[in-house]
């Protein structure tokens, strides 16, 4: 098998020999399917700086600097092929996985499963995406494109429990192997190390440009896997005051109350609190409109909405591409929840919150075609109206504290999807309660990454 980075070098590619580091950017534009460009999964661009966005105060309407890294320029235009790669490795370097007799399935609601079709195929192996046939046809393509074959389950975005049984299915071939987003900790270790430590590293790089005080005061992250918000894990390891923010759909508020439905948040709110996630280390909860965020993608892709911005709100002309660019459905709700996040908290001048764009518009043109066909196009009073409306106007409602209740109501809700279906023990369950638990998953990163270095 193929096998690519280590997690140091994926945080600092400029550790990686400079011959393959050579070799995977001449690819990147030349060659996206030349397995060399594993090598190009990493938050850092040919100057080894970290891809990130400082959001128009603008925009925002609060003092507090929001800033984004994005996953636009990963490999398949987004973030989550980091996880695919490290939950594969994993497992082969650990016997599970042989490319030559096992078959990969990999459950997903979108972007994991594009990362999954994209890596088994870079590394030698045969795909399976398990994928709901409500997500968005440019995800279909890419999978196929890739060379993974799609099975589509009912519903959509938070129709997860479908999911699980097609793979429950899939997995009674001895020649499968799940590679459960879910379950697997290779996602949680590379957030946690790769996307912890880069945002940590960005503390500094922004303190530079006269951005923050050299802290990072809060990381926002919607749950889908869980994965990315593993990285405000490692910042709270940095700064103890640093908060974490969840993130979810009014439409499906599972960990707010239990609650259940559709919506159109592509990437996140899948109906139940994955294994991965670090509950008891989250100090807030926060619900997001799913239309907000489909009307706050148009009103920054569109012509109108930038004419609307630029003229009447004052952002700068020059920010209008990168807006244009950089932002999906989820980086829209990510956004809306930084600033809440300011809100709520009070957050000034000096404390930097930082959030993630995990994928980019590319992935989104058939739902903004939808949203025109169903509410008409976009007009500037419109776009003026949902500027301040969804942004200015983001307000205080649907926010939950981490308080010790709450924190044990979140855990204790993994019970019904991990024991009750995925075959996990109640001993199990409990001792995620430990802290000592995550952090000898953590500590695995350096013995992960010496047998990847040992098996290249």
């Not at 850092?44 to 507090?64: C, F, K, L, M, W």
């Not at 952090?439 to 992960?448: D, F, S, T």
């Amino acid at each position: 098998m193929k096998l690519g980075p280590t997690f140091s070098e994926m945080l600092h590619p400029d550790t990686i020999d400079a011959s393959v580091r050579e070799q995977a950017l001449a690819a990147k534009t030349a060659d996206p399917l030349d397995p060399i460009n594993l090598y190009n999964i990493t938050w850092r661009d040919s100057h080894n700086e970290i891809y990130h966005y400082v959001v128009p105060p603008q925009i925002t309407g609060v003092d507090a600097p929001i800033v984004v890294i994005y996953g636009r320029e990963f490999p398949t235009g987004s973030h989550k092929v980091g996880a695919a790669y490290s939950v594969l490795a994993e497992l082969a370097l650990t016997g599970q996985v042989d490319p030559d007799k096992h078959t990969l399935v990999w459950p997903s609601t979108g972007n994991y499963g594009v990362g999954g079709a994209w890596v088994g195929g870079r590394m030698g192996c045969q795909s399976i995406v398990v994928l709901p046939e409500g997500m968005s046809q440019e995800r279909f393509d890419l999978i196929e494109h890739y060379g993974a074959r799609v099975i589509k389950t009912p519903g959509s975005e938070s129709n997860v429990k479908e999911i699980y049984d097609k793979t429950w299915e899939l997995r009674q071939d001895p020649n499968i192997r799940v590679l459960n987003q879910f379950e697997v900790m290779g996602n949680y270790r590379f957030h946690y190390a790769v996307t912890g430590n880069t945002v940590a590293e960005l503390a500094d790089v922004l303190q530079a440009k006269g951005v923050g005080n050299g802290r990072i005061a809060a990381f926002v992250s919607a749950m889908g896997s869980a994965g990315t918000i593993a990285a405000g894990d490692r910042l709270k390891q940095i700064w103890p005051d640093h908060k974490i923010v969840g993130l979810e759909p009014i439409q499906c508020p599972t960990l707010y109350n239990n609650g259940y439905g559709a919506h159109e948040i592509q990437g996140i709110g899948d109906k139940h609190v994955t294994w991965i996630h670090n509950v008891r280390n989250m100090d807030a909860l926060m619900c997001i409109d799913d239309m907000s965020c489909l009307r706050g993608l148009q009103l920054f892709t569109e012509e109108t909405g930038w004419r609307v911005l630029h003229d009447r709100f004052g952002v700068p002309e020059a920010d209008l591409p990168t807006l244009g660019t950089i932002f999906g459905i989820s980086g829209i709700c990510n956004l809306l929840g930084a600033i809440k996040t300011a809100k709520y908290y009070n957050l000034g001048q000096d404390d930097v919150i930082v959030t993630v764009c995990t994928d980019s518009i590319s992935r989104y043109h058939s739902v903004m075609d939808w949203l025109t066909e169903t509410e008409g196009p976009m007009d500037e009073a419109e776009a003026t109206a949902r500027m301040r409306g969804i942004f200015h106007g983001a307000g205080l409602d649907w926010i939950q504290e981490g308080t010790v209740h709450n924190r044990n109501r979140w855990h204790n809700l993994k019970y019904y999807t991990w024991v009750e279906q995925q075959g996990k023990s109640v001993e199990e369950l409990d001792a995620q309660k430990d802290p000592d638990w995550w952090h000898r998953h953590q500590e695995m990163v350096a013995e992960i990454d010496r047998l990847i270095r040992e098996n290249r």
